[in-house]
């Protein structure tokens, strides 16, 4: 099976900070990779798919990038509201895996 | 409005069952694959199974292969998800996902509000 690896699991940044958020898939899924968010008791939402479509309603501030193996989540101006944890996701067969998920806090 | 509500969770002795329901409205039910994610206490999202919109493709983890069994019922709008042999580790908020066509190749979105089974004696 194809694994998702998350990275970092945690960091700490500062309002207004550019924040880089990696995925390494263990084989080439193309572009078949989403990003959710989960904000502390709340649902996961969806942030971008297709490895680089960013879902309806989410802002700009958000980017996704990479195929093949590499995936990264960018957040170009972090905001107190994007406190939660990220989690990627591969979907391009059985299992669809997640990543570890990495959780974001303000400095 | 899509709007998916998850029901049937609980308490459950290790061994026994539960099953899970999923009602949907505001979309064509039949037309999109659906899936359930689960998420242990503190811990991170895993897949747990999904199913075509037709109903005649399912796919699980290996977790829970042969003891958990998804179906829907496109007439009633609801997915449901038929859990056997429970053990602790199987203890988890259970979310019921839309996926994003008839296969279940696709993004997740949105998800349900959750319903928690715990798993103890």
């Known amino acids: 099976d194809i694994q998702m690896t998350q990275s970092p699991s945690s960091l700490s940044a500062s309002v207004g900070d550019r924040v880089t958020i990696t995925c390494r898939a263990s084989?080439?899924?193309?572009?078949?990779a989403a990003w959710y968010q989960q904000r502390a008791g709340r649902v996961p939402k969806l942030l971008i798919y297709?490895?680089?479509t960013l879902q309806t309603g989410v802002p700009s501030r958000f980017s996704g990038s990479g195929s093949g193996t590499d995936f990264t989540l960018t957040i170009s101006s972090l905001q107190p509201e994007d406190v939660a944890t990220y989690y990627c996701?591969?979907?391009?067969?059985?299992?669809?895996?997640f990543g570890g998920g990495t959780k974001v806090e303000i400095k | 409005e899509v709007q998916l509500l998850e029901s049937g969770g609980g308490l459950v002795q290790p061994g026994g069952s539960l099953r899970l329901s999923c009602a949907a409205s505001?979309?064509?039910?039949?037309?999109?694959?659906m899936s359930w994610v689960r998420q242990a206490p503190g811990k991170g999202l895993e897949w747990v199974s999904a199913?075509?919109?037709?109903?005649?493709?399912?796919y699980y983890a290996d977790s829970v292969k042969g003891r958990f069994t998804i179906s829907r019922e496109n007439s009633k709008n609801t997915l449901y998800l038929q859990m056997n042999s429970l053990t602790a580790e199987d203890t988890a908020v259970y979310y019921c996902?839309?996926?994003?066509?008839?296969?279940?190749?696709?993004?997740?979105?949105?998800w349900g509000q959750g319903t928690l089974v715990t798993v103890s004696s």
């Open positions: 996701q591969k979907y391009n067969s059985a299992p669809l895996t």
């Open positions: 996902a839309k996926v994003g066509s008839s296969w279940y190749t696709d993004c997740f979105d949105p």
């Open positions: 199913i075509s919109g037709s109903g005649g493709g399912t």
């Open positions: 297709a490895a680089s």
């Open positions: 084989q080439d899924i193309t572009n078949y």
């Open positions: 505001g979309f064509t039910f039949s037309d999109y694959a």
